[in-house]
């Protein structure tokens, strides 16, 4: 399954994301089925639920490129849960920015967007001080998130701080860091 989410991260970078959410779709409904129907050790349990909150955050951003605006913020939401149930808190707050950004690139909400993607930086500010801590290239992607966010809501000095932010985080990354999780937005 993980070898599939790595193809599917990677095919997301050359075929445009409506045209994937078919194939994304049936994964994450063959990963949830799996979970729903088979028997594992609880470390196994928590990695097929890290793959499904990838699968779902991928499902959100393709199904979005597909039109379905709904249907995508469900799919982030169910990856977030799948995140916190399989304790990966850095991936559920790099969830939590991607629904972030899902909203200010939908226009509709974006007072709701600064709010989402600032509430999931403040969780990786918490998690600073853990085994737990995301990577500085993780960091860079949740600022540049809520730069957009703040820059849809018409607020620019604090899209100016976020751009900042994240400019220093990345300066801070080595090439030992791993890639965040999902499409990269």
Request: hydrophobic letters at 45%; charged letters at 20%.
């Amino acid at each position: 399954m993980q070898a599939r989410l790595r193809y599917l991260h990677h095919a997301d970078d050359f075929v445009a994301g409506g045209d994937l959410h078919a194939t994304i779709q049936d994964e994450l409904a063959g990963a949830a089925s799996l979970l729903h129907t088979s028997r594992f050790t609880d470390t196994t349990g928590r990695a097929l639920l890290r793959v499904l909150a990838e699968l779902a955050e991928l499902a959100g951003w393709s199904t979005a490129d597909a039109g379905y605006t709904r249907t995508a913020e469900h799919y982030y939401l169910h990856g977030i849960q799948a995140a916190h149930v399989a304790n990966a808190q850095v991936l559920a707050a790099h969830l939590v920015s991607s629904l972030g950004y899902h909203l200010a690139e939908t226009g509709t909400a974006p007072h709701e967007a600064v709010l989402v993607t600032r509430s999931a930086l403040a969780r990786i500010d918490e998690l600073a001080a853990t085994d737990d801590a995301a990577t500085p290239s993780v960091r860079a992607l949740l600022h540049a998130r809520t730069a957009w966010a703040h820059t849809v809501a018409c607020e620019p000095s604090h899209a100016a701080e976020q751009i900042h932010r994240a400019e220093d985080a990345y300066a801070h990354r080595s090439s030992a860091d791993p890639d965040p999780p999902g499409p990269t937005g």
